[in-house]
């Protein structure tokens, strides 16, 4: 029992993960560019949840709602202010304005909400599962979390595939300049994909301070971090490649944390990233592609 509960406890917090690595991927795969203040969105989503359900008195769905809302209009303004005008610049200038963003984002949360970290209370207030005549308890926070994961996985490989704007996006991320020529707005793609990278962070956000209820300015560094390892291992800009690589990355962490140690379980974690790398560039479910020069 205690191991099922350790691999459903992992699927719950990898699930996090991966609707992050989501984010990371679909913004590499067509911007090209890695948004490292991605975490941080997933922190400003949190508080404008916390905000809107403790000062506010809004129901959960209305704030969950609100934060989404919030987060995606964050994610356009910083991609028209901050790398809209880096659009054809080096990859370098574009990685130190995503750093300096996030920390911006980080102090801007600091000033006006203070360092003090805040109590999230869990906004799920479902009954938790009991299986195995009480042996093993899921509560309906993991439950809710792999749900959300799932769908939401599913639900972008459709967007991708099937719709209009999911084809445009394809189209950019293969030859951004021949979809141009085809009459693809890419400035407006590229921001669509930045708002619902966002969006995705605002989700997660809200679903990790259920289950971990301590937020603070720095919430979302780490699990940012942990969540671009995951899109590396599942296969960076791979939609199923950032799910499966998240689930995973959580698994792990939480048998490293149950049978190394907590102080040893993020080492474990980029330790199994170096690994892949070393084995395997591309990811579990990444393709290694050819560049003529």
């Keep these: 029992m205690e191991v099922l509960a350790n691999l459903i406890n992992g699927m719950s917090l990898g699930s996090v993960y991966a609707i992050i690595a989501l984010g990371y991927t679909m913004v590499y795969g067509i911007a090209k ?30 704030a969950v709602l609100l934060s989404i809302v919030g987060c995606t209009v964050l994610g356009i303004v910083v991609e028209r202010l901050a790398y809209k005008p880096l659009r054809e610049a080096p990859s370098l200038n574009v990685l130190i304005t995503a750093i300096g963003v996030s920390y911006f984002l980080q102090n801007a949360a600091l000033i006006i909400m203070g360092s003090d970290p805040k109590s999230f209370s869990s906004i799920i207030s479902l009954p938790a599962l009991q299986l195995f005549d009480g042996r093993l308890t899921i509560s309906a926070t993991a439950v809710l979390t792999i749900a959300a994961c799932m769908i939401i996985m599913v639900a972008l490989t459709l967007f991708t595939g099937k719709t209009k704007m999911g084809k445009a996006m394809r189209a950019c991320s293969e030859d951004r300049d021949a979809a141009q020529l085809m009459g693809i707005n890419v400035n407006s793609t590229i921001s669509m994909v930045f708002a619902i990278g966002s969006g995705l962070a605002a989700i997660a956000g ?88």
């Design 33 to 62: 560019m890695l948004n490292f203040a991605h975490g941080d969105v997933i922190m400003v989503g949190a508080y404008i949840c916390f905000c809107a359900v403790s000062y506010l008195g809004l129901p959960v769905i209305a």
């Design 206 to 293: 809200v679903l990790m301070c259920a289950a971990y209820p301590t937020l603070m300015p720095t919430t979302g560094s780490m699990p940012g971090i942990k969540a671009f390892t995951a899109a590396v291992l599942g296969g960076i800009g791979s939609i199923p490649g950032a799910a499966l690589g998240g689930v995973l990355l959580g698994i792990i962490e939480i048998f490293a944390r149950a049978y190394i140690g907590t102080q040893l379980a993020d080492a474990v974690v980029f330790a199994v990233l170096i690994v892949m790398l070393l084995i395997r560039p591309a990811g579990l479910l990444g393709k290694n592609v050819s560049e003529k020069v």
